[in-house]
T-cell receptor, first 112, second 112 residues
């Protein structure tokens, strides 16, 4: 079965620092999809990005960027110039056949 | 637009009592439906997912069950709750296999 590892349990940064959240995955399939979600204190999960296994192009969206590297089975997420509102738990997820499985999450705290 | 409704938002139940959590989706047809559980400070555990009416895949053998009596209705049930069933339960839907999932507001269940 597929597996997602987010080794960083908690990260604390000061506002305006850049921060990278790591995600490493395991799968035996050649076709799969990777996701990042944000869970603010309210508890609701917010979708951030989806990537399929055939598209290794990195993506930037405002202060967010994602680095997908199949060679290292990683899909890392970087927040540039972090803000207090970025404080949340961030989850990486992997889907092979529609069964989306999540990592344990990384709690990011951005201090003013 | 599509919306997902999950209720109740909070629930306190005694050990041994039954459980029924309901989730409905509006604005789409034949969605993939998911139930996840998030224990305090932990990641999301996939409990059940369904690709169609009456089709339920169970991920974790336990005293919970799921049913999909209608296309856009997903129900999580238990005949007898255990203390270990406490957690944050999230329902989600996706348009097809391997597309992003959208989550409900969640139900915080406390078994006492």
């Amino acid at each position: 079965a597929q597996k997602v590892t987010q080794a960083q349990t908690e990260i604390s940064v000061v506002e305006k620092e850049d921060v990278t959240l790591d995600c490493v995955y395991e799968t035996r399939d050649t076709t799969y999809y990777l996701f990042w979600y944000k869970q603010p204190p309210s508890g609701e999960l917010v979708f951030l990005i989806r990537r399929n296994s055939f598209d290794e192009q990195n993506e930037i969206s405002g202060r967010y960027s994602w680095n997908f590297q199949k060679s290292t089975s990683s899909f890392n997420f970087t927040i540039t110039a972090s803000q207090v509102v970025d404080s949340a738990v961030y989850f990486c997820a992997l889907s092979e056949f529609g069964d989306m499985r999540f990592g344990a999450g990384t709690r990011l705290t951005v201090k003013p | 637009s599509q919306t997902i409704h999950q209720w109740p938002a909070t629930l306190v139940q005694p050990v041994g009592s039954p459980l029924s959590l309901e989730c409905t989706v509006e604005g789409t047809s034949n969605p993939n439906l998911y139930w996840y559980r998030q224990a305090a400070g932990r990641g999301l555990q996939l409990l059940f997912y369904s690709v169609g009416i009456g089709q339920i895949s169970s991920e974790v053998p336990q005293n919970l069950s799921a049913s999909r009596p209608q296309d856009r209705q997903f129900i999580l049930s238990s005949k007898k709750l255990l203390l270990s069933d406490s957690g944050f339960y999230l329902c989600a839907w996706s348009g097809s296999m391997n597309t992003e999932a959208f989550f409900g507001q969640g139900t915080r269940l406390t078994v006492v």
